[in-house]
Structures are given as structure tokens and as C-alpha cells.
């Protein structure tokens, strides 16, 4: 299998005495077949935890991103180990689906990028952020945005469940699709596009000082042509729902 590679894979550091970071960067650029304009793009750029806090919990963080960015059924390995084998896969796929291909040259490209990086802390929580786009031919490609939030101490992902009460889903279900036709107000397209019965906490959240966001992917709650969506709500108005 004859491999083409453009870039590089490289490392920043970056932190301070009590939070360190490092950030691992790799672009690719490989042709379906020699001299062909059929390619696939490849881009990764993922920060992760080198030290600052407990071993353990840079351990669990560095294990949970590396799952939620590379789709990882297994246990991952190291980043640069859990990238590779990221690589190689997509390279096989895109190889394999494309090995007899019947549509006129030029339509056949793949992209695929992702990128990751801690956010502003919450209540000495760390959040992150991750996006992932991809592109496998067609009308449009595809993006989704996750966040997840760490307890610092021990690694564990930060949940609804720890910080609201039993039976918060419904009254906050009203409060976000409060807050979605309050931002949509003056678009009712978008309003009569909403699929409102989506319009529930999902677990895909953003503190910050100001209250949490909700985060849906394009297709959650309304068609492609909204893209994501964000639910956002302060924090007075969770207040009684909170733990």
C-alpha cells in the first residue's frame, strides 16, 4: 500500500506550574492513487494534560478524550500511539471504499479533522472542548461539538447527575426551549423548524460563570441548515434544580 504524507506531527507545550498541557499536531494529504485529484485531508490538533494535577486523574482525562475524539471502543494507548492508529484506520477506509470506484474523478475526496482544547475552568472544574468535521462526499459535509467537564481531583467527567436533583429534566427541558425561542425570536422559520420534543438536556453541556449551555448537533433538534444549536441558561434560573 503506497502511502503519501505531507506535514508534520509535532508537540507544543504549553502551562504553568500547576496546569501543564501539551498539544499533539498531525497533517495529512494522501492522493486515492498516484497523480490523482481524488484525496484525503486529514487534520488533527488535540490538547492533553502532561501534568499539574494527580497522575491518576491525567490519566483518566487523557483516556476520555482520546476515546471521545477517536471514537475508541478499546482502551487507548498513548496520544501519539492513539492518533497513529486513528490515522491508519481512515487511511485503510478511505482506501478500501474507494478501491473500484465508479464515479467520475474529482468526486472522491475525504476530509476529516479534528480538533481539541481545554476551555476556560468552571468552579475549578477543567472543561474541553472538541469538534470534529468530516467530509465523505455528497451535498455537505458533517461537524458535531462536544464538551466535557473533569473533576480535577479525581479525572471523572463532571454529569447532569451530579449537579442537579432527581426530577430536574422536565422543568429544565422547559427552560431551554425558553431560552431557544427567545434567541430564534424574530426567525420563525427557524422557530417552526425546531423539533421541540428533542429540546432536552442531552448531556452535552458548557458551564460557565454566567450558566450552562446545551449543545445539539446538527439533526438533534432541527435540519442541517441550522446547524448546531445552544440552549443557554443562567444560572438564577437553574437554581432550584440544582443540587
Same mark, same amino acid.
Given at each position: 500500500?503506497?502511502?503519501?504524507?505531507?506535514? +508534520?506531527?509535532?508537540?507544543?507545550?504549553?502551562?504553568?506550574?500547576? #496546569?501543564?498541557?501539551?498539544?499533539?499536531?498531525?497533517?495529512?494529504?494522501?492522493?486515492?492513487?498516484?497523480?490523482?485529484?481524488?484525496?484525503? &485531508? @486529514?487534520?488533527?490538533?488535540?490538547?492533553?494534560?502532561?501534568?499539574?494535577?494527580?497522575?491518576?486523574?491525567? =490519566?483518566?482525562?487523557?483516556?476520555?478524550?482520546?476515546?471521545?475524539? #477517536?471514537?475508541?471502543?478499546?482502551?487507548?494507548?498513548?496520544?501519539?500511539?492513539?492518533?497513529? =492508529?486513528?490515522?491508519?484506520?481512515?487511511?485503510?477506509?478511505?482506501?478500501?471504499?474507494?478501491?473500484?470506484?465508479?464515479?467520475?474523478?474529482?468526486?472522491?475526496?475525504?476530509?476529516?479533522?479534528?480538533?481539541?482544547?481545554?476551555?476556560?475552568? /468552571?468552579?475549578?472544574?477543567?472543561?474541553?472542548?472538541?469538534?470534529?468535521?468530516? &467530509? =465523505?462526499?455528497?451535498?455537505?459535509?458533517? @461537524?458535531?461539538?462536544?464538551?466535557? +467537564?473533569?473533576?480535577?481531583?479525581?479525572?471523572?467527567?463532571?454529569?447532569? $447527575?451530579?449537579? #442537579?436533583?432527581?426530577?430536574?429534566?422536565?422543568?429544565?427541558?422547559?427552560?431551554?426551549?425558553?431560552?431557544?425561542?427567545?434567541?430564534?425570536?424574530?426567525?420563525?422559520?427557524?422557530?417552526?423548524?425546531? /423539533? /421541540?420534543?428533542? +429540546?432536552?438536556?442531552?448531556?452535552?453541556?458548557?458551564?460557565?460563570?454566567?450558566?450552562?449551555?446545551?449543545? &445539539?448537533?446538527? @439533526?438533534?433538534?432541527?435540519?442541517? $441548515? #441550522?446547524?448546531?444549536?445552544?440552549?443557554? +441558561?443562567?444560572?438564577?434560573?437553574?437554581?432550584?434544580?440544582?443540587?
Amino acid at each position: 500500500m503506497k502511502k503519501y504524507l505531507y506535514g +508534520v506531527a509535532a508537540l507544543l507545550l504549553a502551562g504553568c506550574t500547576s #496546569f501543564q498541557t501539551a498539544t499533539y499536531e498531525e497533517e495529512m494529504a494522501m492522493p486515492l492513487k498516484e497523480n490523482s485529484v481524488d484525496t484525503l &485531508f @486529514y487534520t488533527l490538533s488535540l490538547e492533553y494534560v502532561t501534568g499539574g494535577l494527580p497522575k491518576e486523574a491525567c =490519566r483518566q482525562i487523557n483516556d476520555m478524550l482520546l476515546t471521545t475524539a #477517536f471514537g475508541l471502543e478499546e482502551a487507548p494507548g498513548t496520544v501519539e500511539e492513539s492518533a497513529i =492508529r486513528y490515522r491508519e484506520n481512515l487511511i485503510d477506509e478511505y482506501l478500501t471504499e474507494n478501491a473500484n470506484p465508479e464515479l467520475p474523478a474529482g468526486l472522491l475526496t475525504w476530509g476529516d479533522e479534528i480538533k481539541g482544547s481545554f476551555a476556560a475552568d /468552571w468552579n475549578k472544574n477543567k472543561c474541553y472542548a472538541l469538534t470534529y468535521s468530516y &467530509f =465523505r462526499g455528497g451535498a455537505h459535509g458533517m @461537524y458535531t461539538i462536544t464538551y466535557l +467537564v473533569f473533576n480535577p481531583k479525581t479525572g471523572a467527567l463532571v454529569t447532569e $447527575a451530579d449537579l #442537579f436533583k432527581e426530577g430536574y429534566q422536565e422543568p429544565v427541558s422547559e427552560l431551554m426551549r425558553q431560552s431557544l425561542r427567545e434567541s430564534l425570536s424574530g426567525d420563525q422559520d427557524a422557530l417552526d423548524s425546531i /423539533w /421541540w420534543d428533542n +429540546v432536552a438536556p442531552n448531556g452535552n453541556f458548557s458551564p460557565d460563570e454566567k450558566g450552562i449551555g446545551w449543545i &445539539f448537533q446538527p @439533526y438533534d433538534i432541527a435540519p442541517y $441548515a #441550522f446547524g448546531a444549536l445552544s440552549a443557554d +441558561v443562567p444560572w438564577e434560573l437553574l437554581k432550584p434544580y440544582l443540587k
